[in-house]
Each structure stands twice: as structure tokens, then as C-alpha cells.
């Protein structure tokens, strides 16, 4: 009889735990420093080895957090908005490519649609604009795609919104802006 109230209850838990972790949205968390993005891991299983250092060494770090589930990783920005959500990478190298694939489509949407957006996407100075704030859980990555009006030039030459990108930037550009 309590085992059905028992899960109900631990799948409520989960589901609340998840809805708070909302892309765009800042909190503090502890272990965090001002100024340097943070990887962030569940306690357990245990983080990939060497991981601490190659991120130390790209100007990030690690945070672990009992808030993490399990399995899961959160990359945080230096002022702890919460900018990326997806599976624990596995290895070292995966980890400093999970940070670096958000600064690479971070700089290009300074570059490129900063000027309309804001910095932080949140401007609507511009006619017609809407903030892209936290449009990264209003819809996943492949509307935010077909959003950006993506056109096939030649491989690995693509224009969206009519900048021009290649196929590993394009992928970068709606890691960041879903993280807006
Ligand atoms: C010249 C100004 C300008 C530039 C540059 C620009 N945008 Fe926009 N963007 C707009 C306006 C205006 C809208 C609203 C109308 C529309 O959807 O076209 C918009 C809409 C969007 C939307 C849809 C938002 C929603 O909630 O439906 C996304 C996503 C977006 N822009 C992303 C980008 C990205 C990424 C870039 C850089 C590659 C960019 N924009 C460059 C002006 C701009």
C-alpha cells in the first residue's frame, strides 16, 4: 500500500527538483566563484578523472551539487545563471568541449545579433523584437533552429537570420541562445 504513494511521491520530488532548474534563471551555488563558468556534477558517480584541472586550465571549474540528478551536468556562467543542461560528460576532453561549444556560440551571437538582441538577448529596443530570454525552455533546440532561418550555402557555409556560419558554429550559436 505505500510503495504506489512512496513513488508517486519520490516522481513528484524529481519533477519539482527538475522545473527548477530553468535555463536563463541565476541562483547561487555554493562552490561556485564570480567570474569563472562552473561545470556542474551530481556527487555521485564520481566526476571524470583529470576533469578539475583541463577545465581550470580553460578559465572554468567544477562544482558539485546534490542538485545535479545523478547522471546530469549543468554549466553555469560566471555570474551563476544557468546557461546549458545535458547528459555528464564522460570524459575530461568532453567537459572543456561542453563549455567551449557555449563560448563559441556566445561569441559569435555578440558578434552577430548582439547588435539587435542585447548582449544577454534580452533587449526589445528593435521593432517587431521579442527578449529571447529563457526561449530555451519554451521550445528545444530544433524550433530555436528553424527560427534562426538556417540556409544551406555550401557545406559547411550556412547563413541564419543572414550571417554566415559553418556547420559547428550554426550548432554552437543555438547551444548559447537556448541558454539565453
Ligand atoms: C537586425 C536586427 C536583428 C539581428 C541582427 C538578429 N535578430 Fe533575431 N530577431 C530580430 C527581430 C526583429 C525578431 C522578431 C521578428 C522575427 O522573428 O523575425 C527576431 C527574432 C528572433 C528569434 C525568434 C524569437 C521568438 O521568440 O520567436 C530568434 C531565436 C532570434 N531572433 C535569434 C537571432 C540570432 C541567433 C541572431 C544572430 C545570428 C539574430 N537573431 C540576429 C532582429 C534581429
Not at 546534490?66 to 545535458?86: F, Q
Not at 570524459?91 to 547588435?115: D, Q
Not at 529571447?132 to 550556412?158: C, E, H, S, W
Request: some cysteine; proline content about 8%; aromatic content about 8%.
Amino acid at each position: 500500500m505505500t510503495r504506489p504513494a512512496a513513488s508517486i511521491f519520490f516522481l513528484a520530488t524529481l519533477l519539482m527538483a527538475a522545473a527548477e532548474l530553468r535555463l536563463g534563471e541565476r541562483r547561487p551555488w555554493p562552490g561556485a566563484e564570480a567570474g569563472r563558468p562552473a561545470l556542474i556534477f551530481a556527487g555521485e558517480p564520481a566526476w571524470p578523472a583529470g576533469v578539475g584541472p583541463r577545465l581550470e586550465a580553460v578559465g572554468a571549474m567544477v562544482v558539485i551539487s546534490a542538485e545535479v540528478p545523478a547522471g546530469k551536468a549543468l554549466l553555469i556562467d560566471g555570474r551563476g545563471i544557468l546557461r546549458r543542461k545535458g547528459p555528464a560528460p564522460e570524459s575530461a576532453e568532453e567537459a572543456v568541449a561542453f563549455v567551449k561549444e557555449w563560448e563559441l556560440g556566445r561569441a559569435s551571437f555578440l558578434n552577430r545579433c548582439a547588435r539587435c538582441h542585447g548582449e544577454d538577448g534580452a533587449d526589445t529596443g528593435s521593432p517587431y523584437i521579442r527578449a529571447l530570454t529563457g526561449i530555451g525552455n519554451r521550445m528545444n533546440a530544433m524550433p530555436i533552429r528553424a527560427k534562426l532561418f538556417p540556409t544551406v550555402v555550401q557545406p559547411d557555409y550556412i547563413t541564419a537570420r543572414g550571417e554566415p556560419f559553418t556547420a559547428q558554429e550554426l550548432d554552437a550559436l543555438i547551444v548559447f541562445v537556448a541558454g539565453l
